[in-house]
């Protein structure tokens, strides 16, 4: 068995103090009222072209809904792509059984028929065949794809790694596709409200401040950017040193010689171990993880991680934006300084957006705790069911985890669905259950369940579940 790395990452960052700058807080100007032209009145709305987003507009303009996505970037993908955090986990559990499909099952399928997706052959997952599960040791990708079985046996989990280049370009293809309508460049500010129904919302860009109107509205902002305004009651509180108490900035490395580093690591173990301690007694670490796609070799991929309990404030962000990327960009020149197989090595790219873990979320009409993970049991509304596999013997209890389409409806607000890690659930589950694929399949169910809502003329928290299902059903999701 090869020996290269953690078993998990079990030590987060607890987070650090900075100094901010806050205006006194008591003072504030008020805004002139204005006309707003109304650039589009559609069906669905859907904010966001993350996993969720894309997810969610595809699967509502499919479902036959005028559909529009409005992204802030130039790219779809999210932290899925724009995040370097291109790794698509848990899609089975450690006994082998594919529990995620639909949407994200697709979207792998398209990478992989254009070489642009790696995942372990069927017949391995739940498996503890040596070289394949020594393959993803190797990589130190250990967290996302070995487990360890009843037997106490490493197995090797379904779960698949993309190239962020080529899903930019396939999601934009699915989207089109879809005939959903796509504006890129474009900052959703606010919603626009009735009382508590959002009719639409408003958004900046180069083009300047404009209004669209919708039927139903889906938030996949990952932050619930449109949350704060509508009344509905949220959280934030996140656990400081967990997991998704933490900001990412990611980079990849690439002309890394991994044989002759790897040389050096086995026949030369002990100048290996001074070298690492050299790294880390001037600040830096010698951790990192192989790139897996045939086309990467000598790439290698870092993340840099930094505890953070206030993803959302500009003065946080910054802080750690510029913070991480120093901190990396001088942990790269102590591995080409020191690390034999690093001396030709240099930054081939950066991830263009920060990467936030947790943060807003709502208190929706179903709200997941612990005790859900502690369940085998369905919900009536279930929209996906979830690979357990973070929560060691616990996990191997309760392999299953189901998710409600009420966990996707605001309390008390009309018009709108979450789908994205802002879904309702509290911070012992989200550490566990707001993933890629997890997002991508609270977004199938939302961009259907909105179709449904708007085709049968009733409110969005009132579809038909029986309609919902076998939609899903039809379009590959796996159900109970
Ligand atoms: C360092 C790090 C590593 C991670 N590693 C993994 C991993 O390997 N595998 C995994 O599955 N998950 C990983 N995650 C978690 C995962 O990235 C997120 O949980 C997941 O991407 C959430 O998807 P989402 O659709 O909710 O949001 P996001 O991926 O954040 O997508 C939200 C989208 O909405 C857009 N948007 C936001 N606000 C607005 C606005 N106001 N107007 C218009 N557009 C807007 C954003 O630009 C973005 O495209 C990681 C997270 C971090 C921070």
């Known amino acids: 068995m090869a020996k290269y790395g953690s078993e998990v990452f079990s030590q987060y960052d607890t987070g650090r103090q900075f100094e901010k700058k806050n205006a006194p807080a008591a003072k504030t100007i008020a805004e002139a009222r204005r006309e707003v ?4 009145e559609t069906d669905v709305i859907v904010v966001g072209g993350g996993p969720g987003g894309i997810a969610a507009a595809v699967s509502a303009a499919r479902a036959g809904a005028g559909t529009i996505l409005i992204e802030r970037y130039g790219h779809l993908g999210g932290m899925s792509t724009g995040g370097l955090v291109n790794i698509i986990p848990n899609l089975g559990s450690i006994y082998g059984e594919q529990l995620i499909g639909g949407f994200c099952q697709e979207l792998i399928d398209r990478l992989s028929a254009r070489g642009a997706a790696d995942f372990p052959d069927k017949q391995y997952w739940g498996k503890s065949e040596t070289s394949v ?53 474009t900052w959703v500010t606010e919603p626009i409200m009735e009382g508590n129904t ?26 619930g950017d449109l949350l704060p305004k ?5 959280t934030d509180y996140m656990l400081p040193g967990s997991r998704i108490a933490q900001f990412g900035w990611v980079y990849w490395l690439c002309n890394v010689d991994l044989e002759k580093y790897d040389r050096f690591m086995t026949s030369e173990p002990e100048k290996y171990k001074s070298v690492t301690d050299t790294i880390a007694g001037e600040g830096g670490s010698a951790y990192f993880s192989r790139g897996l796609l045939e086309h990467q070799e000598g790439v290698v991929w870092v993340h840099r991680l ?14 750690i934006d510029t913070t991480t990327r120093k901190e990396s960009v001088r942990n790269w020149e102590l591995l080409k300084k020191y690390m034999p197989g690093f001396e030709k090595s240099f930054i081939m790219l950066s991830s263009p957006q920060l990467g936030t873990s947790g943060g807003r979320r709502i208190i929706g009409e179903y709200y997941l705790t612990e005790k859900d993970m502690d369940s085998d049991v369905p919900f009536e509304d279930t929209i996906a069911i979830f690979a357990d ?34 879904f309702s659930s509290d911070h012992e589950f989200q550490e566990f259950f707001n993933l890629i694929p997890h997002c991508m399949c609270f977004g199938q169910a939302a961009g259907i369940a909105a179709a449904i809502a708007v085709k049968d003329g009733v409110n969005v928290r009132d579809a038909d579940y029986a309609k919902i299902r076998s939609e899903l059903l039809k379009n590959g999701a796996i159900l109970p």
């Open 133 to 185: 599960v020594d393959k993803y040791i190797k990589a130190n990708m250990m967290h996302f794809y070995v487990r360890k079985n009843q037997k106490g046996e490493y197995v090797t989990l379904y779960t698949a790694v993309i190239d962020p280049e080529v899903a930019k370009d396939e999601m934009n293809a699915m989207v089109f596709e879809s005939g959903s309508e796509l504006l890129l460049h």
């Open 230 to 234: 509508t009344g509905t009651e949220t």
């Open 37 to 40: 032209e109304v650039i589009r």
């Open 198 to 223: 959002v009719k639409g919302v408003i958004v900046e860009s180069k083009s300047g401040r404009q209004a669209l109107l919708g039927k139903v509205v889906i938030d996949c902002s990952g932050d």
């Open 389 to 422: 596999n973070d929560r060691g013997d616990l996990s191997l209890k309760y392999p299953r985890t189901y998710i409600p389409y009420r966990s996707l409806i605001p309390k008390g607000t009309e018009g709108l669905l979450v789908a994205c890690r802002a």
């Open 306 to 319: 930094i505890g953070s309990l206030h993803q959302t404030d500009i003065e946080e962000m910054t802080f």
